[in-house]
Every structure is written in C-alpha cells, then in structure tokens.
C-alpha cells in the first residue's frame, strides 16, 4: 500500500519560516509530503528550498508548470494550506487562481480532496470583515478552516491541529 500524499501549502507569514519542522510531524504520521509554497514564501525560503526538496523528496513547486510538461508532484490524498495568510483565505474563498498555491487549492475544492487550513493573521486582519464571510464561504464548500481563540497567533504556531483537521484522509 502506498503512504497517502500530502500538499502542504506554505504561504508567507512568518510560521512558514518553520515550515521544515511541519513537514516533519507530517511525515512522522504517516504521509507523503509535497511542498507547494506562495511565491513570496518561496522567496523568503529561498536558501532552504534545497534542503526542504530533500526533506520531502520531491521538488518544492512555487509556479505554474509550462503547457505539455508533466507533473512532478504525486495526486494529493489531502491538502493542507498552513500557514495560510489573510490573502490567500480570501482569495481562495473567491476562487482566485492566480498562483500554482491558489490554483491547486480552488482544484481541490472541485475534486472534493479533503482540504484544511490553519491560519495565521494578525489581530486588524481577524477583524476584518472579509475574513469572516470568506471563512464561511470555504466551511461552505467543506474546507475544515481551523480557528484557534486568538486566531492562531499561538507561539509555537500550532502545526499539530493542521495537521489532526486532514488525519482522517491518511
């Protein structure tokens, strides 16, 4: 039997920049994980997009393939999105595709793959209203959005409930 693959999807806010440590939890349950960052968190982990290749074995993908190329990446089992920012929740909910990280989210919407995301925002970003409609909107469409009581400005970020939200597609 083969492991079920995970798209973790990374987006830049700064949790991401402890995405290896993710990656790891995730692999140590069981999963076969495929990193798949925002562009500006591919440029902020830059230097450790090698190193995070090898974590996971596969590429680390951050745009679009080319027409005709073939995908690097295994079908996803289930997709978490972790950190994901106020951007990318908003965004995502209008099905906004203009990135590989949103374009593989709105996808698993359709495909109905299991998907979660564990966000992190500051305090004027939860407040807005936005958010709100744009968090109701994806629960709609059956995306578990894990919100903890401060709105995930946990320190340590709180990997660990990202991570138990997609558990049950292993």
């Keep these: 039997m083969t492991q079920p693959v995970l798209y973790l999807v990374g987006c830049a806010t700064p949790p991401v920049l402890e995405i290896a440590d993710l990656v790891e939890r995730a692999k140590a349950r069981g999963w076969d994980v495929c990193l798949i960052l925002t562009p500006t968190a591919a440029v902020w982990l830059e230097d450790q997009l090698p190193a995070l290749a090898a974590l996971t074995g596969h590429p680390v993908r951050f745009r679009y393939k080319r027409p005709g190329e073939p995908d690097v990446l295994p079908p996803a089992s289930a997709i978490l999105v972790a950190p994901a920012s106020f951007n990318t929740i908003n965004k995502w909910a209008a099905g906004i595709a ?40 994806l629960r ?29 597609a292993a």
């Design 98 to 137: 203009d990135t590989l990280a949103l374009g593989l989210i709105t996808e698993g919407v359709g495909k109905s793959v299991p998907l979660a995301a564990l966000p992190h925002l500051n305090s004027w970003q939860a407040a807005h209203s936005a958010f709100d409609r744009s968090v109701a909107y």
């Design 140 to 168: 709609g469409d059956g995306v578990d959005i894990v919100l903890g009581e401060d709105r995930n400005q946990s320190k340590p970020f709180p990997w660990g409930l990202g991570l138990d939200a997609v558990s049950g």
